[in-house]
């Protein structure tokens, strides 16, 4: 099973409790974007291209930590930017881990080996590194050559060094089944990562390249083939089995942002990290003053292609956890 037991004993333990209180919003992770300055210019990425004041911008060890205890949530996912690039970032994450918050750190791999000595294994820490394609899809995708090559080899040492390694890869256009189901198999069988996450690309509005990003009719296409024949049981897959249901066009859900919010050097996001209503400078806030209702496929334009995880799978999970069959079919990973 690629999600360990200890997190998803916790969340389940989580979701319980919410339950109970009658909560209706409630984070299940956080993005946590602690700078938007990276080392990579991607160009199906926005965040890079922010002012320069604001990539100028670091959050504290202080409010980093400050904000995952308010909103309660018991996982994070540091993002970015690129991760690495920040100062302090060995502090924030052992601030979590203390705190017993399942911790995520997304990056691009290129600084991975020269900073790994800041951090120590632990239950509670994995790395994620994003893997776009095999080698030269890859480093098309971020624009630099060789940056596959220190990726997969900053996996290598990280998993030597005892640390739980996952992965992140997001496909657009000019991705094929062949081209989807080629790096798959390479991290799940040759690199034997401990768990994959995958994404159809969002279009963001300061990205360089408009044109490669994938509609809900390319998404479900895609997948449907990338999984046919039985295929992502052989992968070990960061996700719920009715997200990817979702994906490949045989479940349907609306768009639960609330459940995975963003705080970044300024405040937390509205609605989501994908897109930007504006921001709140505290969590209450946040879940106060934004309309969740005009969001989502069908409500929003800006909604219309969108399948991306942070707002469809927390409604997989939901989902998952008020049904005995789903959740049994998650727990025995029976993708």
């Known amino acids: 099973m690629s ?4 997190q998803n004993l916790t969340m389940a333990s989580y979701l319980a ?16 974007e602690p700078l938007y300055s990276c080392n990579l210019h991607c160009p199906g990425c926005g965040k890079v291209r922010q002012p320069t004041e604001i990539l100028r911008k670091r959050l504290s060890v202080e409010e980093a930590v400050g904000a995952i205890e308010e909103s309660g949530a018991p996982m994070v996912s540091i993002a970015g930017g690129e991760p690495l690039l920040h100062p302090e970032i060995g502090r924030i994450v052992d601030e979590l881990v203390k705190r017993r918050k399942f911790v995520y750190l997304c ?3 290129v600084l991975l080996e020269r900073r790994m000595e800041q951090f120590r294994p632990s239950p509670y820490f994995a790395w994620t ?5 095999l080698a030269e ?29 996952t992965t992140n890869s997001t496909f657009f256009t000019n991705d094929s089944p062949q081209s989807v189901i080629g790096v798959l198999d390479y991290l799940n069988n040759e690199l034997q990562v401990d768990a994959m996450m995958l994404s159809p690309a969002y279009a963001y509005e300061r990205a360089p390249d408009q044109e490669h990003f994938l509609g809900v009719t390319e998404t479900r296409e895609l ?11 052989r ?5 719920t089995p009715l ?17 995975i919010p963003s705080y970044s050097v300024l405040g937390w996001q509205k609605p989501c990290y994908l897109m930007s209503d504006g921001y709140a400078s505290t969590y209450a806030e946040l879940l106060e003053t934004t309309d969740w209702e005009s969001y989502g496929r069908g409500k929003d334009p800006r909604c219309a292609n969108c399948m991306a995880h942070c707002g469809y799978e927390p409604t997989a999970v939901l989902a998952t956890t008020s049904s005995l069959r789903a959740s049994l079919r998650a727990t025995l990973g029976t993708h």
């Open 3 to 6: 999600i360990p037991w200890r």
């Open 17 to 32: 409790r919410q339950k109970l209180k009658g909560q209706k919003r409630f984070p299940l992770l956080v993005e946590l």
């Open 107 to 109: 990056t691009n791999g």
């Open 129 to 133: 590194v994003h893997i776009d394609g």
């Open 137 to 165: 899809r890859h480093d098309a995708a971020v624009d630099r050559e060789g940056v596959f090559d220190k990726a997969t080899a900053a996996i290598r040492s990280a998993k030597k060094a005892g640390f739980r390694v």
């Open 223 to 233: 997948f449907s083939k990338v999984f046919a024949d039985g295929r992502r049981r």
């Open 235 to 239: 992968w070990k897959l960061n996700h």
């Open 243 to 259: 997200f990817l249901d979702f994906l490949e066009g045989k479940a349907d859900f609306g768009c639960t942002a609330w459940g």
